[in-house]
Nanobody
Framework: QVQLVESGGGLVQAGGSLRLSCAASGDIIISYVMGWFRQAPGKEREFVATVSRSGDNTRYVDSVKGRFTISRDDAKNTVYLQMNSLKPEDTAVYYC????????????????????WGQGTRVTVSS
């Protein structure tokens, strides 16, 4: 069992930055592909970013490419999402997720591939 707790959300003006953190407990994240998803008001939850177990491979939804960076610190059992040049359309609740995997270099962007989820942290970007 993995417990995930997100932090770092808040209110920011358009063009600003935030760094989200996802602290894991109950197991070491080195065994997991990690991902970030988000759910905007009135919309379905969508994939944002994922990082492989090795940390060598990442994948992003097109709308955040070049602005967001996912990273992992296995020593701290924590995953991060650095969000720059934020836009009002980035407003959402952001969720961290973990997917058990035997493959070091795979990334997953399908929600059903993830086994564990955090409670989410809210990000609001004002125009």
């Amino acid at each position: 069992q993995v417990q995930l707790v997100e932090s770092g959300g808040g209110l920011v003006q358009a063009g600003g930055s935030l760094r989200l953190s996802c602290a894991a407990s109950g197991d070491i994240i080195i065994s997991y592909v990690m991902g970030w998803f988000r759910q905007a008001p009135g919309k379905e939850r969508e994939f944002v970013a994922t990082v492989s177990r090795s940390g060598d491979n990442t994948r992003y939804v097109d709308s955040v490419k070049g602005r967001f960076t996912i990273s992992r610190d296995d020593a701290k059992n924590t995953v991060y999402l650095q969000m720059n040049s934020l836009k009002p359309e980035d407003t959402a609740v952001y969720y961290c997720a973990a997917a058990a995997s035997v493959y070091a270099d795979n990334t997953y962007y399908v929600q059903q591939q993830y086994n564990y989820w955090g409670q989410g942290t809210r990000v609001t970007v004002s125009s």
